[in-house]
Structure formats: C-alpha cells, structure tokens
C-alpha cells in the first residue's frame, strides 16, 4: 500500500511541477536557514570530551578582594583561575585520580635546520597527567614521567603541526629542540587534537587552536623570561618587583583540572579545598565567604557562558524564518488540495476511507519534507560556507556532520508534516457528492 | 470605494487570508528585530575610532639568543623605521588598539585605592605614539622625548600620563583633569600631561572602550612590538618590505607578526560582522519567501475565482475595477498581517531585550516595516491580478 501511495504521490507532484516547487523550496530554504544557524550553535556548545565530561573537574577558589566579588555581574562566582601558589599548593594533595594545573604562554622555536627560521610557538604548560585526562592521543612517545613534575626537566611534547613544520614528520622522540635559548628533549608527538570549544582553558580563546607545545608545568618557576601569554586578573596592591613576587602574588592566571570519579571523591576533594582555604585564612589570606566550587566538564561551557547570546538570537530567528515557511506550505498546500477535490471525491465514491486518503496525502507531503530536506542540505552547506568565510573560530564552527544531517531531515519531515495536517483533514473533509454532481 | 464587500467576501473565504496575514505578521517581526540588530551592529563597527586606523600596522621582533642590548636593538629600529619611505611615525607598544590583546587597571584620585575607582586601558608608548595612532589632542601636551624611560616588566613605574577626554571625564566629572594626579592602585602619583579627544583601546566589545591610558615607557622585553603609521595610502607598499628591512638589520633575531591595524579590527568585529552579514540574508530570504507566498496564493484565488471574476466583467467592471479588487483586498490582508506582527515585533524585542541584553527596538523601524510590507503586497499581487484581469467576460456564460 505504501509503495502505491508513493506512487501517486510521485505522479501527483508531477502534475503540478509550479506548485510543488514553491513547496520544496519553501521547506528547502526554511531548513537551510535553520541548519545554518543551528550548526554553529550546536558546535559551539559540543561536549569535546563525552567520555570524562563528568569526571573532569574545574577547580575555583575564591581568593578576591574581600571587598567585592569578582564579577559585579555574578557575584555568586569564584574567580576562573587560581593563584600560582594556591595551584601549588592542590598539587600537593593526592585524593584525585589526575589532577594539573596549566597555563598559556609563548617560546621560540629555534630549529637545527636552517630552512625553517625561527617562529613564535604557543605553549601549554601542564602537569603530565594532562595528556590522559583530556584524552589526548600520542602519535610517538608519549607524556614526560611524573617525576618531572616534581622536579623540573627540559622536555617536550609537540603538536603534530610543529613535528612536521621542525622534524618534517618524522618520529622525534629523542631529539633536541631548542627553545629560546634552551634545549629540550622531546618525549612526544601528538596525532591531530582540536577540541572544539578547547574546554580546558577557555579563558583565552575558547575555539582558539590547540597549543603547538606542551610543556612541564614545574618549569613554570623557572620562566621569569617567558610569562603567561593568557588572561591575568589581579586585585591586590602589593609590591611586586620581581617574578618571584608575582608568583607569591594574589593574581590568578592557572587553570586546574581535578579528575574526581565518584561522588565520594567529589565530596572529599571539596572537604579537602574548604580545609585547604580555611588554613589560609587563619594565614590572613581568603577574606571572602568560602566559595571553592568543583565543576563538571560538562557544566563547565554552560557556567563559562561559552556559547553567545549573538548565536541564540540567530536560532531562534532561525525558527520563526522556519514557521513563515511552514506557513507559506500551508497556503500552498491549500491551495493544490482544492484543486483536487474532484478527483479526492472520486476516490472516495470508490471507497476509499477518510483515513486512507489521509494516508495517502501525508506520504505525498512527507515526500515533499525529504526532498525539502534535502535541498535545505544542499543550502544550509552553502550558508555554512558563508560563514567559514569570516575565518577564525567560524572555520571550526561551521562544518555538518551526521548528527546534524539526520537532525535536517528531522526537521523538514516534520515541517512539512506540520504544514501538512490542516490542509490534508480539510481535504478528507469534502463531500463527495458535491463535487461528484457538478462534473 | 468597495471596502466593504471584499470584506465580507475576505470573511467568507478566511483560511487562506488569515494565512497570508500570520505570514506577514511573523515576517514583519522577524524583519524588523533583524534590521535593528543589523544597522546596530553596523553602527558598532562604524564607530569613529579617533585612530588613522587604515595607514597602521604592527610588526614584531624578537631576540632568542639569550644576550641582547634591549635599548640598541628598539633605537636601531626605530631609527631605520621611521626613515622609512612612505613611514609618517613609529613606535612601540605593548599591544595594538582594536586587536583584542591589553592590559587595564583601576585608577584611583587618591592614593590607596580611596575613592571612585575607573577602568583605565593602559598602553605603553614613546612620544611618537600620538602621531602614529593619529590621535589628537585636545588640551596639555604630548610626552617629551627625555620623559621616555626603559624599565623592567615588574619595575614599571612613571611620572606622567595621557588619557582620553572619556577617562577624564568618568574621573574628573568637574573637568579638572588636566594637570591632575591620579594613582593605579598603590602605586606612585601620575600627572595627567595632556587629553587625547578619542580613541579607542583593545577590546570592541568592552563597554569602557574610549578609556584609554597612554605610560611614556619603554618595556625592556626580548620581544618588540613595533607600531608604524605610514603615509595615507602607502601602507601595504611599507608592510610588504618591512620584515625584510628589519630582518636585514640584524638577522640574530626574528621579526614577524607583520599585521595592519585594519585586519585586526576586523577580526576583533568578526561576531558582529557575521550576524550583520546573515541577518541581512534572513531578511531578503524571508520577504522572498513571503513575497512567493502572496503570488501563490492570490494566483490560487485568481484561479478559483475565474468564473466570478468573468462575470463581474460580463456586468460592465473595468479591468481596473478587477485589479483594484486584488489590490483593495491585499492590503486589507497586509493590514491584519502587520497590525497582529507590530505587537509580535515588539514582544519578541522585549524577550531579546530581557533574555539576550540586546538593545531596545527603535520604533520608527515599526512603520517603515509596515510600509515596506505595504509595498511588497501591492507589488506581489499584481501579477495576479493583471492575469485576473485579463479573463474574458465570456467565461462567464461557460459552465465551468
């Protein structure tokens, strides 16, 4: 029965080619708007890590200005990032399973091979366990032994982009590099990694690249001459001279990740954070009310406001350009249901039920949603290369993937559908015999 | 005129009217929000800038072999920069105006962090740095050569200052600024040595973007950013040779991040150019898409219509008096239409407003849409209408 129906519906578009163009294009471009607008919203707030996006927690403690909280705007907040000596400090205890802190700086490349000037690299320096908490794949080597952590050594992790650019690809594990005027031995390479939004540090460019080289995060005590590249917020007035001084300072500028993978856990490190601050404010430190929160990766883009308002109000313009078009198949569809209801009447004095002739139409309106689908596909691949082409962060944000097709086809049948059921139970509705007389 | 039987014909026969009528009413509103946030996000990135923002570029070097004399290596450049042909002025800075990269603090007219406090967006510059932005002064003077100092990363600390009017003025509202002294937090008083009139610091979508502060420093850093303004129109014939010129000074070094002030801020407006950039195209979509909804549909009645319409003809209408009809009966639709979308336009405003902090709809943007849709109905319908006009009274007497 389906396969006649399809049929008809088939010979039925046929006979009115102007008609069920206007339809499909009407779906077609109402889907390729909402597509358009939709792809760069759902990508933007994607889970980069759907594995551990509940065992991966960022770590705040509220160390501001006991005069005002760190946002005016939401004062319910701890400051994003800590100070490097509170970061030491967690660094020591060992109730998470992984645990780093890291921040975002800068070194130059200076290759042995002269046909590759020297080139500013950005760096990440982190703990080892970095590398398995985020899940970042090795393509050589691997991470640098947890040893280093404690005791710093001059190693490195290169993204696979830099091995190609310093060592053409080839397996580097081994080799030297020198960086600014130090050598390095590199311990690994890895393969391709982009997390889009780039979850661990969201503070300076949530869908800014993956960093070109990894570094251990206790040389950070070393690099008075290359300093955070990243966001730093301070509050106190102190003296500093030095960079000894700005380490021991109130300004926050580390990120710190805590991999926490039972509830019991969860509770013990907070117990553990809220012991940790409430000793430092016996020290004079921590004037604020205790506000150390641990959030979940997956809660982390939400509170971190990752996704912009400016994309929200393009989804739902999105939706309501989508409702003109399932308006507009309304009245189309109105209007080609009237022009057959000579022939639905006949269909009927043959015998045909109400409810058969429904079925029938739906399937010729559900082929019109595929085909509107379709080319909404077709469109919504068009207006994301518009979009591409404003670079930067919307040359990651705009690409269609499986979830994303299957969500257009979603869409359209149901828009066309919506559009549909007026029309169709109208149709269904004629008398027969009226239309049966006057012929 | 025959308002009132179109009317009661329009009543008889609502369901495809009413459909043309919500189809308006939702286009209306949508096209309305969307030209509001597109001529506001236009408007962000028209903003004047106080800055000669198309003849800048920067360009960086940096030192990596350990040992460098910071105070040779920013004279030399300087010197070969600015001698430059086509190059107007050069100087260094710690980052660019517009690009999204800088520093603030709070800056306090008492010591100690007593009193109001207001965001100041600190760069640091020689006296060059006015010509090179292309800012003007509006009262005091500029840095002096000798009032330029070098100093460490954590030992920066200096005399005098120039700020924006807008800094100025969130500090001093009585207009005493110039010759005053203020304080960064605890640190040593600064005289405000002059007013720049305006200009804009790094971060567009900050809303204290024109309160800048300008540090007569020279930052001793391995890495220098150098900032040049060349003559109008001369930029990317100086950008093009820059890094070679540099490179060639002394090649112990790299020089790289050769960029026009111009693409940064492009890049620093990118969201806002996109949204303007689809909105745009949501709006022509859409009165395209409501535009074919109006001919489909006026074609469909036209049809359905054709022995009624015959007959009228048969008992002496004009063809004008036809066409008149679809029109009349049009803007009867467009009115419900925009009437019902004027109300969903400014709701959907207040839930942009309340949910997304977007600005307040402009209402004169009401009754330009309104008469804009005015317009596209009339324009819609008339092919319809001419076709409806040109059926032969004849049919009249056919039996189908």
């Given amino acids: 029965m389906f ?5 008809l519906a088939l010979l039925s578009l046929k006979r009115n080619p102007i008609l069920s163009t206007l339809m499909v294009a009407a779906i077609g471009i109402g889907i390729g708007v909402c597509m358009t607008a939709l792809t760069v919203y759902y990508l933007m707030s994607a889970d980069p890590i759907p594995a551990k996006s509940s065992q991966l927690f960022a770590v705040q403690l509220d160390s501001w200005d006991p005069n005002q909280p760190v946002s005016e705007a939401r004062p319910e907040q701890a400051p994003w990032q800590l100070t490097y000596r509170d970061a030491m400090a967690l660094r020591e205890s060992d109730i998470a399973t992984h645990e780093t802190a890291m921040y975002y700086s800068a070194r130059i490349v200076v290759s042995e091979n002269e046909a590759v000037p020297p080139f500013l690299a950005w760096v990440r320096l982190a703990d080892a366990d970095f590398f398995s908490m985020f899940g970042v794949p090795f393509l050589y080597g691997g991470p640098w032994s947890s040893e280093v952590d404690e005791t710093a050594r001059p190693v490195v992790v290169l993204s696979k982009r830099t091995n190609e650019q310093v060592f053409g690809g080839a397996n580097s594990v081994g080799s030297d590099l020198q960086l600014d005027d130090q050598i390095y031995r590199v311990v690994g390479v890895l393969e391709e990694w982009n997390p889009i939004p780039k979850i661990y540090d969201v503070n300076n460019g949530p869908f800014n690249d993956t960093e070109d080289i990894f570094l251990p995060f206790s040389l950070a005590e070393l690099a008075s001459d290359r300093r955070s590249e990243g966001n ?4 106190k007035d102190e003296d500093i001279t030095s960079y000894t001084g700005f380490l021991n300072s109130e300004c926050v500028w580390i990120q710190y990740w805590a991999e926490l993978d039972s509830p019991a856990q969860v509770r013990e490190y907070q117990a553990f954070l809220d012991n940790y601050v409430r000793e430092q404010q016996r020290l004079g430190r921590f004037e604020r009310p205790l506000n150390n929160r641990l959030t979940s990766a997956r809660d982390w883009l939400d509170v971190r406001e990752v996704v912009r308002d400016d994309n929200r109000v393009l989804v739902s313009l999105a939706f309501m350009f989508l409702a003109v078009c399932v308006l507009n198949t309304v009245g189309l569809l109105l209007a080609k249901f009237a022009g057959k209801a000579p022939q639905i009447s006949l269909r009927r004095a043959l015998g045909a039920s109400r409810g058969t002739t429904f079925a029938q ?8 949603g595929i085909a509107g689908g379709l080319l909404g596909l077709g469109l919504a691949f068009l207006g994301l290369a518009g979009v591409r082409s404003f670079e930067g962060e919307y040359s990651k944000l705009a690409h269609l993937d499986p979830v994303l097709v299957g969500a257009a086809i979603l869409i359209a049948l149901l828009s ?9 139970w109208r149709a269904c509705r004629i008398p027969p015999a009226a239309h049966l007389k006057t012929q | 005129m025959e308002i009132r039987p179109i009317l009661s014909a329009l009543l008889r026969n609502r369901t495809g009217a009413v459909l043309i009528a ?8 949508v096209v309305i929000n969307a030209a509001h946030i597109v001529k506001q996000r236009l408007d962000l990135i028209g903003r004047p800038t106080g800055m000669d923002v198309a003849n800048i570029f920067e360009v960086h070097s940096f030192d990596f072999a350990g040992e460098f004399n910071y105070r040779e290596r920013v004279r030399g450049d300087l010197e070969l920069l600015r001698n430059m042909p086509g190059v107007r002025a050069a100087t260094v800075m710690n980052q660019v105006p517009l690009s999204g990269g800088g520093s603030s603090s709070g800056y306090f007219r008492e010591p100690e962090r007593e009193g109001p406090e207001v965001a100041g967006n600190h760069f640091t510059v020689d006296e060059q740095a006015v010509d090179t932005l292309g800012v003007s002064l509006s009262a005091g003077r500029n840095f002096r050569l000798e009032e330029i100092d070098y100093m460490d990363l954590d030992n920066v600390d200096v005399d005098s ?10 500090l001093f509202p009585d207009g005493d600024a110039l010759g005053s002294t203020i304080y960064s937090g605890g640190g040593d008083p600064l005289t405000i040595i002059g007013i720049i009139e305006h200009m804009h610091g ?12 300008l540090l007569p420093v020279y930052v001793e850093q391995d890495f220098v950013r150098y900032v040049v303004r060349t003559e109008p129109g001369r930029r990317d014939e100086v950008l093009g040779i820059v890094e070679q010129k540099l490179s060639e000074l002394d090649r112990e070094r790299a ?4 960029r026009s002030m111009e693409e940064l801020a492009a890049e620093s407006y990118r969201g806002d150019r996109m949204m303007a950039v689809l909105l745009t195209a949501v709006i022509f979509l859409l009165i395209a898409i409501t535009a074919l909804g109006i001919v489909g549909l006026a074609s469909f009645s036209v049809k359905s219509r054709t022995k009624q319409i015959g007959t009228r003809r048969a008992i002496g209408a004009s063809r004008f008096d036809i066409v008149r009809y679809f029109l009349v009966e049009n803007w009867l639709i467009t009115t419900g239409g925009v009437i019902l979308g004027s109300v969903l336009a400014v709701a959907f405003n207040l839930w942009l407003v309340r949910t997304f902090e977007l600005p307040k709809l402009d209402f004169i943007y009401i009754p330009l849409g309104i008469l804009a849709l005015w317009i596209l109905g009339q324009l819609a319908v008339l092919g319809p209408a001419r076709r409806a006009a040109s059926i032969a009274p004849a049919i009249a007497t056919r039996t189908v």
């Fill in chain 1, 361 to 368: 139409y739906l399937v010729e309106i559900g082929l019109v």
């Fill in chain 2, 161 to 170: 200052v120039l700020v924006t009017a807008a800094f100025a003025e969130r």
């Fill in chain 2, 202 to 213: 790094s971060w567009v979508d900050w809303e204290e973007l024109d309160q800048v502060v």
């Fill in chain 2, 22 to 29: 919500l189809q308006i009413a939702v286009t209306l509103a």
């Fill in chain 1, 416 to 424: 066309s559908l919506a559009a549909g059921l007026y029309p169709t």
């Fill in chain 2, 255 to 258: 020089v790289r991040g050769v």
């Fill in chain 1, 3 to 7: 396969r006649y129906y399809l049929r």
């Fill in chain 1, 232 to 235: 730093t917020s301070c509050w």
